[in-house]
């Protein structure tokens, strides 16, 4: 009982009062035809945790890989009390890298993870708040040094970014017409977790990722945001409805895909829709025909402020070593047949 306090103390404040307006039903998620060439995933605190694992199980599958405020790769290895004590604080020590290497070089020889050389070619982004005090920014650290041990030129590929007097979210550029009530104090948190640090991390994140970007006007996304069925991609853990941001003409087909993972207590349960329309994604996005994915987690007993499962929650409750952060997991499956949903051709086109 005291870990689950802990764990839901990390997600600190519920962050905006307003309930969701009422909306018509969620839709089927649709097929757009988006590029599979260059795809990212993206995540901030917990969703950094699962962003990482879907980029090693499948890297085949994404050219860049953006993380803020998380640690490395299989830090918890299906233990809560790891989880919390290694991987959010470090009151245990900091996880083992050797031992990490070893669980990855055994999912390798079963076939748990993607290809080493698809891997080595990623392009990735890191981001910690020196103020951090929900992930501690020495994980930040350690994860930069593992993918430094995995790319193939860590120089070349690999940018990592440390803000001073940030404390854990995703900051967000001074000017924006994000609503005050959305916004958290930048060395605090708290609240919605989206910083007023004055960094675009969605733009210094993209930019890295997917070079030659046009950066959007002051004030402008245009295109729509739209909410979806996620029943179709059944998996413990995920909200009934995920969010699609969709630019113009991108129904047609040929736009690139983003998938955007928020962090403990960021989904649209506990703070409606601030980071789904004030991440500083879509506005990159409409100017650089990139869709937008925003699948949601959900609230429960067991995950209390609605984290994307990196510790091994969603997975059967008799595994010994459940395999959240491989091929195998339950809600990497369900996000990928998302991005798979998204990539197949209209219907009738």
Known sequence: MKAVRHLAAAGLCLGLSSPLAAQEPPAELPRLGVEREDVSVLGVSSGGYMA???????????????VAAAGPWACARGSLGLALGQCMTT???????????IRYQGYRQRELVGDPEALAAMRVFIWHGAEDDTVAPSLGHALAEQFRNWLASPDDQLKFMESEQAGHGWPLAAGTDTPVEALADCHGGGGTHLLACDLDIAGEMLGWLHSDLTPPEPGESQGKL?????????ARGLGDTGYLFVPPG????????????????????QIDEAFVRHSGLNEWAATNQR???YPQAETSLANPQGCWDWWGFAESTWQLD??????????????????ERLQQTPEGR
Do not use: K, N, Y
């Open 322 to 339: 459940p395999l959240h952060d491989s091929r195998q997991g339950s809600q990497t499956g369900a996000l990928m047949a998302m991005i």
């Open 291 to 293: 869709v937008v994915l």
């Open 91 to 101: 009151r245990r020590g900091l996880p083992d890298p050797a031992e990490l290497e």
């Open 226 to 234: 739209v909410r979806f069925d996620q029943s179709d991609f059944d």
């Open 250 to 269: 991108c129904e047609d087909g040929g736009c690139d895909l983003s998938m955007a993972l928020h962090g403990c207590a960021m989904d649209v349960e």
């Open 52 to 66: 990482t694992q879907l980029a090693v199980a499948w890297p085949e599958r994404f050219s860049g890989l953006g």
